[in-house]
């Protein structure tokens, strides 16, 4: 049966009985006397030493752990928090044949966020250049997702560079920029990892693995996706592809250094390399990107004021029970919307089975109409 911590103010009524009893014919509670002050103080005290041993009772589980305390039961079974990580990839500038572009010139994107070129390169005679770029650290060593940038996008040059043109364009996407790990997702890994012992190659193994890249937040494993002897992997980047519905962006395929496939690029890549030294040596894992599966609903008798919370439920109920090939019980979007605020009687009537997937799809929230 677990503990019921008392109220500050049942310590406050505690404090004043026994303080009546004790000094018979003295009143605890008259609003200004002695003892009504030194009760309320000693009932603060006390409900201050039980904010302390419930904190410390989180402390003491993995379950409720959190900031080092956590870090420290992650790290029991090896488990890390991923730090920040920058977004990189490849920009071209336009100017006159031979003008150079220094290492380490500074750009700007129109939201403020600055980056750095990695290399040198000079114009060629066709009047362009290619370099790669990194996004500037947090110097807090927070964030990263900010410098993730998609094809096309414009930066500009911090300091103007004889002969060459101030803006320059995307044209490998910028990806890889992730934000620290939180203590939620920390968590998740360090569970997930305490209930599945690895295996040298499980199913299991190679979600965990996936979950270790900076961006990536969910995770799932199908063998033999691509024939005999493959593993495909379906990761999702819910934060810092938030502007994607957390899809990854890139190309799907396997390893840079693996010759039996397609080689990925982007989001896919990165999962791609990272898995290579993990993995058994004869796997061919290819990194795929789920395929969204729109789930139109027809709902009655939803209140105005709770159709975002419901649209929200929805959403989070997918996050949760979603899985590439996989089905979610429709009984769960019934319990999820009834506990929106503002909810009190309601009619799903389309869909009324429970809402299957194929394979490789992963559903997503489409048109709800309300009536």
Not at 119 to 132: K, P
Not at 331 to 357: E, K, L, M, R, Y
Request: with cysteine; glycine share 12%; hydrophobic share 45%.
């Amino acid at each position: 049966m677990p503990f019921s911590r008392p109220t500050l103010s049942d310590l406050r009524s505690q404090v004043a009985q026994d303080i009546a009893s004790a000094l018979p014919g003295a009143d605890a509670l008259l609003r200004n006397s002695n003892l009504n002050i030194m009760g309320t103080a000693q009932a603060g005290l006390a409900n201050l030493h039980y904010g302390y041993l419930d904190w410390i009772a989180k402390q003491a589980v993995p379950f409720t752990a959190t900031d080092e305390f956590l870090e420290g039961w992650a790290g029991l079974i090896g488990i890390t928090r991923i730090a920040a990580t920058s977004a990189s990839g490849m920009v071209t500038f336009t100017g006159t044949p031979g003008a150079r572009i220094p290492s380490l010139s500074k750009l700007i994107r129109g939201d403020g966020a600055t980056f750095t070129t990695q290399a040198s390169a000079t114009i060629g005679g066709g009047g362009t250049a290619s370099t790669s770029v990194a996004a500037d650290p947090d110097p807090t060593g927070r964030f990263g997702a900010f410098g993730n940038a998609a094809l096309n996008s414009v930066l500009t040059l911090g300091s103007p560079v004889s002969g060459v043109q101030s803006n320059c364009v995307v044209t490998t996407a910028l990806v890889g920029g992730a934000d620290l790990e939180g203590n939620a997702a920390l968590r998740t890994r360090m569970l997930f990892a305490y209930q599945n012992q690895p295996q040298g190659g499980a199913k299991a193994d190679y979600v965990r693995w996936a979950l270790q890249v900076p961006g990536v937040t969910r995770a799932w494993c199908v063998p033999n996706g691509f024939g005999a002897g493959t593993v495909t992997i379906y990761p999702m980047f819910d934060v810092s592809r938030s502007a994607q519905s957390g899809f990854p962006q890139g190309v799907n395929g396997v390893a840079a250094i693996e010759p039996r496939g397609a080689v990925a690029a982007g989001d896919q890549l990165l999962v791609a390399n990272y898995l290579v030294p993990l993995q058994p040596v004869t796997a061919l894992v290819y990194v795929v990107a789920p395929v969204a599966n729109p789930i139109a609903f027809s709902i009655s008798g939803i209140p105005s004021a709770a159709r975002t919370g419901v649209a929200g439920a929805i959403a989070g109920v997918f996050a949760l029970d979603g899985a590439p090939g996989g089905s979610i019980p429709i009984a769960h979007v019934w319990s999820a919307i009834s506990a929106v605020s503002g909810v009190n009687d309601f009619i799903i009537t389309s869909p009324t089975a429970d809402i299957g997937n194929s394979a490789g799809q992963l559903p997503t929230v489409g048109t709800i109409t309300y009536s």
